[in-house]
């Protein structure tokens, strides 16, 4: 177990930051996951705090130790990288075996740990195979029971699971937290999956560009992004975003766009205030659209017609144009919707987003901070 401290971490390749003023304290037994799109620096914040890769500015603490120029043997982290890394030439107990030769354990303790871990894993009838014809999920065990033999303080997870079939990566997912349980060791798990973040997570880091975008549990991530981005990037089918002015009239204020027109309630009026005659991005995640009957008049509904149906058994999803923007709504399977057909479509504005035009802050944020 251990506390890990990243106090303004910058790193650059030449003159570019792949990781810019990164801050980030992690508890003891803590399983973190630092989630963002490709090439948003988190494999490079990974390997510095293992020690593979140097700090350009700031600092690294672990259990209060600075360790930001410490070798990685002197670390105590054991990291799993997407590639599991075997060797080739070593059956699976060798494999496991390794690290533990290295520093000297005597072979009783060896043969000890590498059971024990190899039961953990599964792997028991396996130690005598070579990893070439091992399965992709075994391969994945093994990386795994070479990082849990060493029995670190720190455990570093690097995209284990992307080269495995969707069926095995939930399973996995599944065993890594229960050893995560098992052994409470601190862990940051890295991923560009925002689904595998949301199931794994207590606490998710979104990464942008080498800057933390937001920190926080997934379900505050999920019902309050800071941002457009974190709002767009969490969630699956993503968040439908399009621009939309803000109207104050004599009835209350209003959303507006080409195709539509939506009343926001008072509740919500005074997030807009200083939006008034300005646009805005106006965020509506699938699942805050409902059906409307022809004779439904909701004050915040549209008609749009619909382009595409995909029916997933316990929901469907309804792709539509709306304001030249492709939207998605998450309706009930049972309303008989094809392509083509005129809908009518209500919008659940107690749950919609309102993202500055510039900033693309969300008002939200803004003001529970001011
Ligand atoms: N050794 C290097 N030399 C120069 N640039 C590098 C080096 N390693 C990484 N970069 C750059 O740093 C940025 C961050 O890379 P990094 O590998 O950390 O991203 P990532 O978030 O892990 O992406 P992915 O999800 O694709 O693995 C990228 O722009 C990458 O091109
Ligand atoms: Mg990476």
């Not at 890394?85 to 496991?96: D, K």
């Not at 070479?146 to 997870?157: G, Q």
């Not at 993503?238 to 002015?245: T, V």
Request: charged share 25%; with cysteine.
């Amino acid at each position: 177990m251990a506390k890990v401290r990243i106090e303004n971490v910058v790193k650059r390749f030449d003159r570019q930051a792949a990781v810019n003023n990164f801050s980030l304290q992690i508890d003891d037994g803590e399983f973190i996951v630092l989630v963002g799109p490709s090439g948003c620096g988190k494999t490079t914040l990974l390997r510095m705090v293992a020690g593979l890769e140097t700090v350009t500015e700031g600092e690294m603490f672990i259990d209060g130790v600075r360790v930001t120029n410490t070798p990685p043997k002197k670390r105590d982290i054991a990291m799993v990288f997407q590639n599991y890394a075997l060797y080739p030439h070593m059956t699976v107990y060798n494999n496991l075996a390794f690290s533990l030769k290295l520093r000297k354990f005597s072979k009783e303790e060896i043969r000890k740990k590498v059971t024990e871990a190899a039961a953990m894993l599964g792997l028991a009838d396996l130690l005598d195979r070579h990893p070439n014809i091992l399965s992709g999920g075994q391969k994945q065990r093994v990386a795994l029971g070479r990082a849990i033999v060493r029995n670190p303080r720190l455990f570093l997870f690097d995209e284990p699971l992307s080269n495995l079939d969707a069926k095995l990566r939930v399973s996995m997912r599944a065993e890594i937290l229960d050893i995560h349980r098992r052994l409470n060791s601190t862990s940051i798990y890295v991923t560009h999956d925002q689904m595998e973040a949301m199931t794994m997570g207590t606490r998710i880091i979104v990464m942008k560009d080498g800057t933390i975008q937001q920190n926080g549990t997934p379900r505050e991530i999920y019902n309050h992004p800071v941002n457009k981005f974190v709002g767009g990037f969490i969630g699956s089918p993503a968040m439908n975003i399009i621009r939309s002015r803000v109207d104050a009239r004599s009835e209350g204020t209003w959303l507006t766009g080409p195709d539509f027109q939506l009343a926001v309630p008072d509740a919500r009026a005074p997030l807009l205030q200083d939006h008034l005659d300005k646009e805005i991005y106006l965020g509506i995640r699938p699942e805050s659209f409902c059906h409307l009957g022809a004779s439904d008049n909701g004050q915040a509904s549209f008609e749009a017609v619909v382009t595409l149906v995909e029916p997933l058994g316990s929901e469907q999803l309804i792709h539509f144009t709306l304001a030249a923007c492709e939207m998605v709504a998450k309706l009930d399977p049972h309303i008989p919707l094809q392509y083509g057909d005129r809908v009518k479509l209500g919008v659940k504005m107690s749950d919609v987003h309102f993202f500055d035009l510039q900033s693309e802050q969300n008002l939200q944020s803004a003001h529970r901070a001011a």
